[in-house]
């Protein structure tokens, strides 16, 4: 079991940044690749970065160039940096651990809301 605990949400206005945190807990962290979802109303949740054990990071293609995933392996935390924030952003953002060797062991947070509004 992986306990995920998002943090860093809020309203921020367009253009402007926000820091997102994952903190995962038990079990191995090294063992899963992390990523950032977030899921608009009235939307499919979509995948927005994931980053594996090795540094092998993927981000959907709204996003590349405004968005930076990182992981802290000592920590066990995973960060998604959010610059040039846009008001299609605006969505919950959810964190899930999916295992390397077993890609069905996936675990989700809670969410946190982002908002990005004039």
């Known amino acids: 079991q992986v306990q995920l605990v998002e943090s860093g949400g809020g309203l921020v206005q367009p253009g402007g940044s926000l820091r997102l945190s994952c903190a995962a807990s038990?079990?191995?962290?090294?063992?899963?690749?992390m990523g950032w979802y977030r899921q608009a109303p009235g939307k499919q949740r979509e995948l927005v970065a994931s980053?594996?054990?090795?540094?092998?990071?993927n981000y959907t293609n709204s996003v590349k160039g405004r968005f930076t995933i990182s992981r802290d392996n000592a920590k066990t935390t995973v960060y998604l940096q959010m610059n040039s924030l846009k008001v299609e952003d605006t969505a919950v953002y959810y964190c899930?651990?999916?295992?390397?060797?077993?890609?069905?062991?996936?675990?989700w947070g809670q969410g946190t809301q982002v908002t990005v509004s004039s």
């Open positions: 038990g079990s191995i962290f090294s063992l899963y690749r």
């Open positions: 980053i594996s054990n090795f540094g092998n990071i």
């Open positions: 899930n651990a999916r295992k390397v060797t077993n890609p069905t062991n996936s675990y």
